[in-house]
């Protein structure tokens, strides 16, 4: 847009001073800002991965068989994705432009050590290694000789999975905070440092749970909802997609490659560990403004253990409201929406509650 004082100046002048603003424009932004704007993405966030055993095939709800892995490795670096090393983790996430890919392993079987670990280590790829420490050395787990190796690679981060990996969620937060205090102690004494990453064993938290990770200095903690991680998500509660045998083929790791940030205010209720009196929870999402076409939002839930469409209630423009049809019925309750953007991509919100046994 010319200003009004360009309308007295020379006709070539203004032409020539036109094509050296869209020369200037062209040389700062980087090709990922421009692949940016002509996908019209504000902001790539990060998808994070999660994965367990390699090629343990009696195991295919935790396994994914290692050709499989290598594909989606090779499908990464076609689309032009970066790995990004963990430890520059926040950075990234103010790197709107780029598309980004963060890599996490949990729990330490050795088939990681024995199958998946050799390709990431020739490659450089970056990880987290999330281990449960009463866990290493024991039968099909990493040894703590195996971690510190690993651990030496500057691409590589130890991250914290608890002592027990119990269902830490079912215990009192006394008994929460030992378990937690005991995995930090041997990790100091075992690799001389503990990491800023958690997981929630099982990908299961309550806002007790959420403040002893909080206060024991853990900057970062992951889930098992799936979702992609942006400058909106809570550091402590972020989001992950599991990978395995059934969601791991090729076709569906397409379409997570191509989902977005789903960037909301809030979603009620705060609490995730739900009970008789709070099943079915009363689940309102208030999202930003700049989101468009809100009003095409698409959402499944899996009350009464059957994945159904979900109800939805347009409270505003951008808030709404998810109308359960009857109580999560199932250990762990699920609701994921999704938003199809102009571009092939996909906008994607997972929320997990956890329903307290009786």
Known sequence: MFKPIELFLPVKFIIKKFFIKILLVAFLLTPYDLKSLENGVNDFGIITLMYHRFEENKYPSTNIKIKEFKNHLNLIKEKDLKFINPKNFENEIKNKQQRKILLTIDDGFLSFYDKAWPILKELKTPFILFVSTREVGKRGYMSWDQIKEISRYDFVEIGNHSHTHEYLIDLTNKEILNDLQISKLIFKEKLGVNSNFFSYPFGEYSLGFKKIVQDLGFKYAFGQHSGVVDYTKDFHEMPRFP????????????????????????????????????????????????????????????????????????????????????????????????????????RWLGVQFVVKEK
């Open 243 to 346: 990978i395995n045998e059934k969601y791991g083929e090729l076709e569906r790791f397409k379409t997570i490659l191509n989902t977005l940030p789903f960037q909301y205010k809030s979603i009620e209720p705060k609490e995730r560990y739900i009970n008789d009196l709070t099943n079915p929870p009363n689940i309102i999402i208030n999202f930003h403004e700049n989101l468009k076409n809100i009003n095409n939002i698409n959402c499944f839930s899996n009350e009464n253990n059957k994945w159904r469409n979900s109800k939805i209630e347009f409270l505003s423009n951008y808030s709404i409201k998810i109308n359960l049809e009857g109580k999560f019925t199932t250990e762990r309750g699920r609701v994921n929406c999704s938003l199809r953007e102009n571009n092939n991509f996909y």
